[in-house]
């Protein structure tokens, strides 16, 4: 199984601010990763597939970069509605992995 | 619009068993392939099983492998998930996926709302 590492589990970030999430592969999966946004009490919604496009409707202000066994998940100016948890998904090979979340909160 | 129903969660004694449901519509079922994700209370998320659009080809997480058992009926739209001797580690809100239709992605592009499961005494 590929092992995923999502760094750091907690971030604590106020409104405007520029935020990064890092997500690195126990081995390389080429650019075959998803970062997802979940809030509280509701299913997990897909903001980037292949790395770095993003799925229809997502924000700009959401980008998504990496391959190989390395990727970051950027929010250029955090908005009240991007406070939730996040995380990365492996669709490399079986079994599908996911990060172990990384929740963003109010500062 | 695509929608996934999820159905079937409740409150089950260590090694009992339960059938969830995923009722799907807005697109075509048959051409999909499919997904268990499971998430225990206050935890990440957990990949739980896999079906292909046929139900030829199906993969499980270790930690359910010969106690779950995936399956589909196009006929019906639907996605099943039997789950027997349940413990109390497969306590968790269970969501169905579709896996995207799109060249070499495999990833997740709807969910259902999720439906949970007690395993309790």
């Known amino acids: 199984a590929i092992w995923m590492t999502q760094s750091p589990s907690l971030l604590s970030a106020s409104t405007g601010d520029r935020v990064t999430i890092s997500c690195r592969m126990s081995q390389g999966i080429s650019s075959y990763l998803a970062w997802y946004q979940q809030k509280p009490g509701k299913a997990p919604e897909l903001l980037i597939y292949a790395a770095s496009t993003l799925q229809s409707g997502v924000p700009s202000r959401f980008s998504g970069s990496g391959s190989g066994t390395d990727f970051t998940l950027t929010i250029s100016c955090l908005q009240s509605e991007d406070f939730a948890t996040y995380y990365c998904?492996?669709?490399?090979?079986?079994?599908?992995?996911f990060g172990q979340g990384t929740k963003v909160e109010i500062k | 619009e695509v929608q996934l129903v999820e159905s079937g969660g409740g409150l089950v004694q260590p090694g009992g068993s339960l059938r969830l449901s995923c009722a799907a519509s807005?697109?075509?079922?048959?051409?999909?392939?499919m997904n268990w994700v499971r998430q225990a209370p206050g935890k990440g998320l957990e990949w739980v099983s896999y079906?292909?659009?046929?139900?030829?080809?199906?993969y499980y997480a270790d930690s359910v492998k010969g106690r779950f058992t995936i399956s589909r009926d196009n006929a019906k739209n639907s996605l099943y998930l039997q789950m027997n001797s349940l413990r109390a580690e497969d306590t968790a809100v269970y969501y169905c996926a579709r896996t995207s239709a799109a060249t070499l992605g495999h990833y997740f592009d709807y969910w259902g709302q999720g439906t949970l499961v007690t395993v309790s005494s």
């Open positions: 079906i292909s659009s046929s139900g030829s080809t199906i």
């Open positions: 998904q492996q669709y490399y090979s079986f079994p599908r992995t």
């Open positions: 807005g697109f075509t079922f048959s051409s999909y392939e």
